[in-house]
C-alpha cells in the first residue's frame, strides 16, 4: 500500500492483496459502486464529513478493475468529499472513457457546473439520506437539483435505511427521472424475505424507473464473511424479480467500515456474483447490459 493516510482517519485500510477471484466476470463488466478518496492533501476531505476514510486514488481503483476483470468504473461521490466533487471527477477525466461518475451537488449548484461535470462523464446525482452520514435537507432543495439535472438525462442516487423508507415514500415515488436505490435500501438480513420494511422495499421496485444496487454484503451481513450467507438470499430475490434494473459494484475502498469491524476481500465479493445472479444470463444483465445502458448508453450492447 504506498498510498498515504491522513492524520485523524478512523479508517480501515483496505484489503492489500484480495485473491483473484475464480468468478470470471463477462466481457464488458461493470464495477457500478465504488469511490475514489484523495489523496487528501491533493483533494481535501470535507470539513462536515462525519468519517475520514483512507485515500484511495484512482490508480489503486483502476489496478483492481484490472485485477478483478472489470472493464469499467462507476465512481460515486461519498460523504467524506461533501459536494466538492473533484477527486471522482479526476478520476473519470483519466480513466479513457472507461469510468463515468455519480455527484453530490450543493443547492445552489449551477448549471454550467452540471454541464462542466456532464462533460467529465458524470450521469447521476446522489441524495444520501443515512443520518450517520448526513444532516437532513430538506425536499424542496433536491427538487431544485432534479430539475436542473433532469435537463442533462442524469438519474438519481438514492442512500436510506430499510426503516425510513415509508417517511420518503411519497417523495421518492414522485421522482421523474431513473432512481437507483444504494445496496437495495439496506434490509435487516437477518430477518425473512417477507420482513415487512424488506416487502416495502420491493413494492418500490415494481415502479418502472425504480432501479437497485444488489451490492455492499460487507456492510449488511451479520453472518460476515468469506460467504456473507445471510445478504445472499436478499440479492438474489431482487435479481431475480428485476433483472432489467440492478446493477452490481465492488463498494472499494469500503469506507466508513470501521464501525462494522472488518475490510472485505474484493476477490470474494466477486466470487459472490454466480450465487447472486444464478445464470450467465442474469449475471450477463447484472454487469453488463444494465449499467451500460445507464452509463454509456452510447456504447451499450
Ligand atoms: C457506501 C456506504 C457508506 C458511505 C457512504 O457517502 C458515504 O459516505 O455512502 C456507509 O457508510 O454506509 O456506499 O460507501
Known amino acids: 500500500m504506498t498510498d498515504g493516510f491522513t492524520m485523524d482517519a478512523d479508517w480501515l485500510a483496505f484489503h492489500p492483496n484480495p485473491a483473484r477471484p475464480d468468478f470470471g ?6 464495477d457500478a459502486h465504488c469511490h475514489v478518496f484523495g489523496p487528501g492533501d491533493h483533494f481535501p476531505y470535507a470539513p462536515e464529513r462525519k468519517y475520514t476514510p483512507c485515500d484511495a486514488g484512482r490508480d489503486r481503483l483502476f489496478a483492481l478493475r484490472d485485477f478483478l476483470g472489470f472493464e469499467r468504473n462507476v465512481v460515486v461521490q461519498a460523504t467524506c468529499h461533501g459536494t466538492d466533487n473533484s477527486a471522482m471527477v479526476d478520476a473519470l477525466i483519466h480513466s479513457g472513457g472507461k469510468a463515468r461518475g455519480v455527484a453530490a451537488v450543493a443547492a ?8 462542466a461535470m456532464h462533460e467529465a462523464g458524470v450521469r447521476g446525482v446522489r441524495f444520501n439520506y443515512v443520518k450517520r452520514l448526513v444532516d437532513p435537507k430538506p425536499d424542496l432543495l433536491y427538487r431544485r437539483i432534479i430539475d436542473l439535472v433532469a435537463e442533462f438525462g442524469w438519474h438519481v442516487v438514492i442512500y436510506f435505511e430499510a426503516a425510513d423508507l415509508a417517511e420518503k415514500w411519497d417523495f421518492f415515488t414522485s421522482l421523474p427521472t431513473i432512481v437507483v436505490v444504494d445496496h437495495m435500501g439496506r434490509p435487516d438480513v437477518t430477518k425473512s424475505l417477507g420482513d415487512p420494511d424488506f416487502a416495502r422495499f420491493l413494492r418500490l421496485m415494481e415502479r ?5 444496487k444488489v451490492t455492499c454484503p460487507e456492510r449488511l451481513s451479520r453472518s460476515g464473511p468469506p460467504g456473507y450467507d445471510d445478504f445472499v438470499p436478499f440479492a438474489r430475490e431482487v435479481v431475480g424479480r428485476f433483472p432489467d434494473r440492478v446493477l452490481w459494484g465492488t463498494d472499494w475502498p469500503h469506507p466508513n467500515m470501521a464501525m462494522v469491524g472488518h475490510m472485505p476481500d474484493d476477490g470474494w465479493l466477486v466470487d459472490m456474483i454466480p450465487r447472486i445472479a444464478t445464470t450467465a444470463e442474469l449475471q450477463r444483465k447484472l454487469l453488463v447490459d444494465n449499467p451500460m445502458r445507464l452509463y454509456w448508453p452510447e456504447a451499450a450492447p
Not at 466476470?25 to 461493470?30: E, T
Not at 445552489?108 to 454541464?115: F, P
Not at 418502472?208 to 437497485?212: C, Q, S, T
Open 208 to 212: 418502472g424507473n425504480i432501479w437497485a
Open 25 to 30: 466476470p463477462p466481457a464488458g463488466a461493470v
Open 108 to 115: 445552489g449548484v449551477t448549471r454550467s457546473e452540471i454541464a
